[in-house]
């Protein structure tokens, strides 16, 4: 963490690394330490999890919730160190560079993140509505399955990063349930793709806040709050009206995208309850390597009851390994983006590249499948997309406020021990 600086060479070389760009952090934000599981306010692809059926965090889950309490504190204590240094002398011409080559390799993180994040949507949306293997439950358990065994040997073998002390008791308390919910939100999420469009489902996905917020009232995490609750309802009302512009309207479909998103605002919440609270932090890596198992395992019920009699009978269904291989390694490889990632940028800036990719993927997918997408369409997610943003805004002031109380309380502190003194 940044602390006040009170040299003019240290201040330099502090401000010269750190103010110009805002969003490159050299630690992970305590919303970052457990995107891993939730990214809840917090992120896609996800959507946390996203429609990849591997991504325990995509951070594009909330794309337009606000920014973690920490980071607010680290740009809080950025401005105090930047005041401190207004009457001293600029960075180095050295201190640009390393700026500059920061900066770069943020934004190239963020880049990769998002082209393999919206290639893995692609390529389930392809797999499952074109090239006729048409069982998400299969896909999905074969990903939990492919990140179970990859990620064991990265654990155990590897050794790139270490395990948990967690007992077979909390294991089955803390991580099962939100196996169970991730396992369901990602069946329902992957059964939406054979009714509807990739377009549309992004589209929908603009509830989520809403979702967390009304979750978060029943826990009891959050408190009800007139302004909030109305832009949330401005929110249903552009989804609504984007619904009501689908060409392709599915009841099926909705139903499932709709139930998808409410089982993984359960499991969000369920991550800052059962996991984040306990004072338990884990990075995507640790947390595909104990929650893929537990998905896998919920997973097998619908695969056995449902999709493997239907399988049985459909004698033209043959088994591309080579598809699924390649379709699970770059789900895998979503995993180490996000990674890579979470030490590079902010909370605030992976929000935001989120809903860019939203509105990459509804013009991928308009091009590449030839899913219409209706001038209602544009007008419901728009209006939904800036209630999100006003909601955003409103959040990041709030915690804005809250971390500059916490900050001033121990300076009034320290001058009331000087002044007895």
Same mark, same amino acid.
């Given at each position: 963490?940044?602390?006040?600086?009170?040299?003019?060479?240290?201040? *330099?070389?502090?401000?010269?690394?750190?103010?110009?760009?805002?969003?490159?952090?050299?630690?992970?934000?305590?919303?970052?330490?457990?995107?891993?599981?939730?990214?809840?306010?917090?992120?896609?692809?996800?959507?946390?999890?996203?429609?990849?059926?591997?991504?325990?965090?995509?951070?594009?889950?909330?794309? $337009?919730?606000?920014?973690?309490?920490?980071? @607010?504190?680290?740009?809080?204590?950025?401005?105090?160190?930047?005041?401190?240094?207004?009457?001293?002398?600029?960075?180095?011409? &050295?201190?640009?560079?390393?700026?500059?080559?920061?900066?770069?390799?943020?934004?190239?993180?963020?880049?990769? =993140?998002?082209?393999? *994040?919206?290639?893995?949507?692609?390529?389930?949306?392809?797999?499952?509505?074109?090239? &006729?293997?048409?069982?998400?439950?299969?896909?999905?358990?074969?990903?939990?399955?492919?990140?179970?065994?990859?990620? =064991?040997?990265?654990?155990?073998?590897?050794?790139?990063?270490?395990?948990?002390?967690?007992?077979?008791?909390?294991?089955?308390?803390?991580?099962?349930?939100?196996?169970?919910?991730?396992?369901?939100?990602?069946?329902?999420?992957?059964?939406?793709?054979?009714?509807?469009?990739?377009?549309?489902?992004? !589209?929908?996905?603009?509830?989520?806040?809403?979702?967390?917020?009304?979750?978060?009232?029943?826990?009891?995490?959050?408190?009800?709050?007139?302004?909030?609750?109305?832009?949330?309802?401005?929110?249903?009302?552009?989804?609504?009206?984007?619904?009501?512009?689908?060409?392709?309207?599915?009841?099926?479909? #909705?139903?499932?995208?709709?139930?998808?998103?409410?089982?993984?605002?359960?499991?969000?919440?369920?991550?800052?309850?059962?996991?984040?609270?306990? &004072?338990?932090?884990?990075?995507? @890596?640790?947390?595909?390597?104990?929650?893929?198992?537990?998905?896998?395992?919920?997973?097998?019920?619908?695969?056995?009851?449902?999709?493997?009699?239907?399988? !049985?009978?459909?004698?033209?269904? #043959?088994?591309?390994?080579?598809?699924?291989?390649?379709?699970?390694?770059?789900?895998?490889?979503?995993?180490?983006?996000?990674?890579?990632?979470?030490?590079?940028?902010?909370?605030?800036?992976?929000?935001?590249? $989120?809903?860019?990719?939203? =509105?990459?993927?509804?013009?991928?997918?308009?091009?590449?499948? $030839?899913?219409?997408?209706?001038?209602?369409?544009?007008? &419901?997610?728009?209006?939904?997309?800036? *209630?999100?943003?006003?909601?955003?805004?409103?959040?990041?002031?709030?915690?804005?406020?809250?971390?500059?109380?916490? @900050?001033?309380?121990?300076?009034?502190?320290?001058?009331?021990?000087?002044?007895?003194?």
């Amino acid at each position: 963490m940044l602390r006040p600086a009170t040299s003019g060479d240290d201040v *330099s070389r502090r401000v010269g690394k750190r103010v110009k760009c805002s969003s490159v952090t050299e630690q992970p934000t305590e919303q970052s330490r457990w995107v891993g599981l939730d990214w809840v306010p917090d992120d896609d692809d996800a959507d946390d999890g996203d429609d990849t059926g591997i991504v325990i965090g995509d951070p594009t889950t909330l794309s $337009g919730m606000a920014p973690s309490k920490s980071v @607010l504190m680290e740009s809080a204590r950025e401005g105090s160190s930047q005041v401190g240094a207004s009457t001293k002398t600029g960075p180095t011409s &050295g201190g640009d560079r390393a700026l500059y080559r920061t900066c770069l390799r943020a934004y190239f993180f963020v880049a990769v =993140w998002m082209s393999i *994040s919206m290639a893995v949507i692609m390529f389930n949306k392809w797999i499952l509505a074109y090239s &006729g293997f048409s069982y998400p439950v299969a896909l999905t358990m074969w990903h939990m399955v492919f990140c179970t065994c990859v990620v =064991w040997v990265l654990v155990r073998v590897f050794r790139v990063t270490k395990r948990l002390k967690m007992t077979r008791r909390d294991y089955l308390r803390r991580v099962m349930p939100i196996g169970f919910f991730y396992a369901a939100s990602l069946w329902l999420s992957n059964s939406a793709y054979l009714h509807l469009s990739v377009s549309f489902i992004q !589209m929908t996905k603009a509830l989520m806040p809403g979702l967390v917020y009304m979750i978060g009232i029943f826990f009891g995490m959050e408190k009800l709050n007139a302004t909030t609750a109305v832009n949330m309802f401005i929110i249903a009302i552009g989804v609504a009206i984007a619904a009501y512009g689908e060409l392709n309207f599915d009841t099926l479909g #909705v139903t499932q995208q709709l139930s998808a998103l409410l089982f993984e605002a359960v499991r969000l919440m369920l991550v800052q309850v059962l996991i984040t609270r306990q &004072g338990l932090a884990m990075n995507p @890596l640790q947390s595909l390597y104990y929650v893929s198992p537990a998905c896998a395992f919920f997973l097998a019920f619908p695969l056995l009851f449902v999709e493997y009699p239907k399988m !049985m009978q459909d004698f033209t269904l #043959v088994f591309d390994w080579k598809i699924l291989v390649l379709n699970a390694t770059c789900a895998f490889a979503l995993n180490l983006a996000v990674f890579l990632l979470i030490g590079k940028t902010s909370a605030l800036t992976m929000n935001i590249a $989120g809903v860019i990719k939203d =509105w990459m993927l509804i013009f991928a997918s308009q091009h590449f499948f $030839g899913n219409p997408v209706t001038f209602l369409n544009y007008v &419901g997610y728009v209006i939904a997309f800036l *209630s999100v943003f006003m909601y955003n805004i409103n959040k990041m002031r709030q915690l804005k406020r809250e971390q500059q109380k916490k @900050l001033s309380q121990p300076a009034t502190g320290g001058k009331a021990e000087s002044a007895a003194a």
